[in-house]
């Protein structure tokens, strides 16, 4: 069974009914183990209050983080390779997301064997309105609130001033044309 990393980095504070709506969908996954860090920019740290024993098949670490850098979040969690090193493909996404239910298994990650492919996105939901993603191009920038990033790309270009930004431009995006998460308001809980 491949490993999937999702980085998830908390910005605001969420409660452990809030965390518990985000791990659920992950958990879920049939196809995949999951290794899940969480990256703790929050003002008020609140998770060590998550409880993540009923979810025995994740891998889980939490990393606490300086509220001053989240800026620089995406960044941080790349630094921090070793934590996804051993999967295929790894997501960074903040806490405004929660997946759709089987989302995970929607990714195909055999698609990252082939040395053209560099990521995969789909399109999302907010306020109840589908947003269609249109494929990408290149030269562009990275402006979709979901990628799943091939592991083998980010270790090529690890050295390089914005890891994730030379992989867009440079390699073939796979869109889902179907959404598989919703974005929220993050004043909504």
Request: some cysteine; charged content about 25%; aromatic content about 14%.
């Amino acid at each position: 069974m491949k490993n999937i990393a999702i980085n998830y980095i908390i910005h605001n504070s969420i409660d452990s009914n809030r965390f518990d709506d985000i791990i659920k969908p992950i958990a879920t996954s049939k196809k995949y183990k999951i290794s899940l860090n969480v990256y703790d920019f929050s003002l008020k740290k609140q998770s060590n209050d998550y409880n993540l024993s009923k979810y025995d098949n994740i891998q889980y670490s939490l990393t606490e983080c300086d509220y001053e850098d989240v800026k620089e979040a995406n960044k941080i969690v790349v630094k921090n390779f070793i934590k996804f090193a051993d999967s295929i493909c790894t997501c960074i996404v903040y806490d405004s997301l929660i997946f759709n239910n089987n989302a995970i298994d929607e990714i195909d990650a055999s698609l990252f064997e082939n040395d053209y492919i560099g990521f995969i996105y789909s399109d999302y939901v907010v306020d109840n309105k589908r947003f269609f993603l249109k494929s990408h191009s290149s030269n562009s920038q990275i402006n979709t609130p979901m990628v799943f990033w091939s592991t083998e790309k980010i270790l090529k270009h690890l050295s390089g001033e914005d890891v994730l930004q030379a992989i867009y431009s440079s390699y073939v995006g796979i869109h889902i044309p179907k959404p598989l998460c919703v974005v929220f308001n993050i004043n909504e809980n």
